[in-house]
């Protein structure tokens, strides 16, 4: 999928021609994605399309049957249903990621944690939490190591207004800071906050630029 300008930087993030069946059900059928260091996109498409496939692929947690999916630099993945631990803290989830991702500290998990604003679930247990509070430990996960490429699958499922606005201040400061963003979303209308939308059906993406790629591109 052609990202426009001739002198724009290597991608990221590149899938080709990727197929991904579940017995008969043949659900992506030549996925073609490229994104940019810096780019914000929209996977859309109808319930069942295939997207939480297609992400699934791209972090490279599914195997796919053909095709290739390249990524430089780190990954962050933040799939649909939290993957927590019901009987740790919020603390301690931090301290084990920050762990696994061999990080000197928790500042940036702090950080989030404030900025989506659930600094007094700090102590809590997990399994105790509400759904949307979850959700958004599920997020800081996926933030932690301020990764290169952010795979988001529709993070903000029972985020309350507030933490959703806050969500892409966050976002916004992502991609200022040359990070790619790729977010599965059934919201029309927030598709001109994104530089591309893509279009997922027959199993295949279509690229659609947005207003907002204008306004982002004359910022
Ligand atoms: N593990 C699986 N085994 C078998 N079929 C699956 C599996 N995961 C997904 N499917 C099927 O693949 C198709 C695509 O599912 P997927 O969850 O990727 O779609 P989606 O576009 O993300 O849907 P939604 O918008 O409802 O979240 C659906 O028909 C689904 O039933």
């Known amino acids: 999928m052609p990202t426009g300008s001739t002198d724009a930087p290597p991608p990221v993030l590149q899938a080709h021609d990727v197929h991904k069946s579940y017995g008969r059900r043949h659900v992506l059928r030549g996925a073609d994605l490229t994104v940019s260091p810096g780019q914000l996109v929209a996977v859309v498409g109808e319930n069942g399309a295939g997207k939480s496939t297609l992400l699934r692929a791209l972090a490279g947690i599914l195997p796919v049957d053909r095709g290739e999916v390249a990524l430089t630099g780190t990954l962050g993945y933040c799939p649909q249903d939290p993957v927590l631990n019901g009987s740790l803290t919020v603390e301690q989830h931090l301290h084990y990621f920050a762990a696994a991702r061999r990080l000197p500290d928790l500042r940036r998990g702090h950080e989030l944690v404030r900025i989506l604003g659930y600094e007094k679930y700090g102590h ?15 997020l800081t996960l996926a933030l932690l190591h301020d990764p290169d490429v952010l795979l988001l699958d529709e993070p903000y499922q029972g985020l309350d207004w507030e ?53 982002h591109a004359d910022a």
């Open 124 to 138: 809590a247990v997990v399994g105790e939490l509400s759904g949307g509070t979850r959700q958004k430990l599920n």
């Open 163 to 215: 933490t959703y606005l806050r969500f892409w201040d966050l976002v916004d400061d992502l991609r200022t800071r040359g990070r790619a963003v790729v977010i599965i979303t059934h919201l029309v209308f927030e598709q001109d906050r994104f530089d591309l939308l893509a279009c997922l059906t027959g199993g295949r993406l279509t690229p659609r630029t947005t207003a907002g790629s204008v306004h």
